[in-house]
Structure formats: C-alpha cells, structure tokens
C-alpha cells in the first residue's frame, strides 16, 4: 500500500546573516534543487547582523524536512523554523489598483471598509485599496474588488508568519 504523499504549503522563517551574498545562498539553494519559492520577504531584526526572511514553499513532509535540512547547512543560516507544523499568525500585505465605474464607487468602497481594507487613494476614475490578512482572506478580496471594477495593478508582500507559542525564532544568547 502506497502512502499518499499531499504537498502542503509551507511558511518557513529564517534567521539569516546579514553579510552580502547571503539571500542569493537561500535562493541558489532552492534553485538547485528544483524547489519552487513561492514568496519571500525579507527584513532586518532588532539585531543589526541578523536579517528574518520569511519564505513560502509548497512540498510534502519528506522534501520540507530536505529543504530544512539544506537551508541549516548554509554557512549564512543562524535558525530555520517550519512556522506551519504549530500554532501560528500568518499576515499579507496587498494593496490594488482599480479603475471603478462612478456608479459602483460606494459598494467598492463599503465592501473595503467591511472587510478591514482602506481605501488609500480614492481619485475620480478609480481607487487604491490595501488590505492585510491571510493569503485566503486577501485572495478572496481580490476576487471581489475585481467585481466591482478594472484590476489594473496588483502589489501584494507575500505571507509573513510568526508562531503563537513562546518559543521564538531569534538569536540564543551565551549563557
């Protein structure tokens, strides 16, 4: 009896030196092997040195355990987290740009408010809207501002992810 391999979407933080070359080490790594990197962001720590990439892959248990497994053997690499396998908030940032029919304006602009959106920019021919929430909440968003006008631009951050419990992804300091 075969086992059925499922291939789940994965938040992966990184704690990462913050030396030149680094980031391109994470990516080559994931080039090499194939593995696609489905977004990716990346931003200082409260510690100057040390940088947080948040990465979104997709793979079964046994190729996110491999690509873990890879990423702790780059030099650059301080701490790798799987943040999905616990308890964790997962945000994304999206902000869109929409041509809107003045007779639509209104609807447009209640269904962003309801939904926690802003409207950042509301010119005579269109808005700009931001939303942040989960990849499914922003996904959903996006389906139904898109019916209330032209999508004419599309920024959106990637997933970033931190885990509910106490255990934190950081730096271990010397006893």
Same mark, same amino acid.
């Given at each position: 009896?075969?086992?059925? @391999?499922?291939?789940?979407?994965?938040?992966?933080?990184?704690?990462?030196?913050?030396?030149?070359?680094?980031?391109?080490?994470?990516?080559?790594?994931?080039? $090499?092997?194939?593995?696609?990197?489905? $977004?990716? $962001? !990346?931003?200082?720590?409260?510690?100057?040195?040390?940088?947080?990439?948040?990465?979104? =892959?997709?793979? $079964?248990?046994?190729?996110?355990?491999?690509?873990?497994?890879?990423?702790?053997?780059?030099?650059?690499?301080?701490?790798?987290?799987?943040? =999905?396998?616990?308890?964790?908030?997962?945000?994304?940032?999206?902000?869109?740009?929409?041509? !809107?029919d003045?007779a639509?304006?209104?609807?447009?602009?209640?269904?962003?408010?309801? =939904?926690?959106?802003? !409207?950042?920019?509301?010119?005579?021919?269109?808005?700009?809207?931001?939303?942040?929430?989960?990849?499914?909440? @922003?996904?959903?968003?996006?389906?139904?501002?898109?019916?209330?006008?032209?999508?004419?631009?599309?920024?959106r951050?990637?997933?970033?992810?931190?885990?509910?419990? =106490?255990?934190?992804?950081?730096?271990?300091?010397?006893?």
């Amino acid at each position: 009896m075969t086992a059925n @391999v499922k291939a789940m979407r994965h938040i992966i933080g990184i704690l990462l030196q913050n030396e030149a070359g680094a980031l391109a080490r994470v990516a080559g790594m994931f080039s $090499s092997r194939g593995y696609n990197i489905e $977004s990716l $962001s !990346v931003a200082p720590t409260d510690d100057p040195t040390v940088s947080r990439l948040t990465l979104v =892959t997709t793979g $079964s248990d046994a190729v996110i355990l491999q690509i873990v497994n890879q990423l702790n053997k780059l030099i650059d690499v301080v701490r790798v987290d799987d943040m =999905t396998r616990g308890e964790h908030l997962e945000r994304e940032l999206v902000l869109a740009k929409l041509r !809107v029919d003045p007779a639509r304006r209104d609807a447009l602009r209640g269904y962003v408010v309801r =939904t926690g959106g802003r !409207v950042l920019d509301p010119s005579t021919d269109g808005f700009i809207v931001e939303l942040l929430g989960s990849e499914a909440e @922003v996904n959903g968003f996006m389906r139904e501002v898109a019916s209330h006008g032209e999508l004419l631009e599309v920024v959106r951050s990637g997933a970033l992810g931190i885990g509910r419990n =106490t255990r934190a992804l950081r730096l271990v300091e010397p006893a």
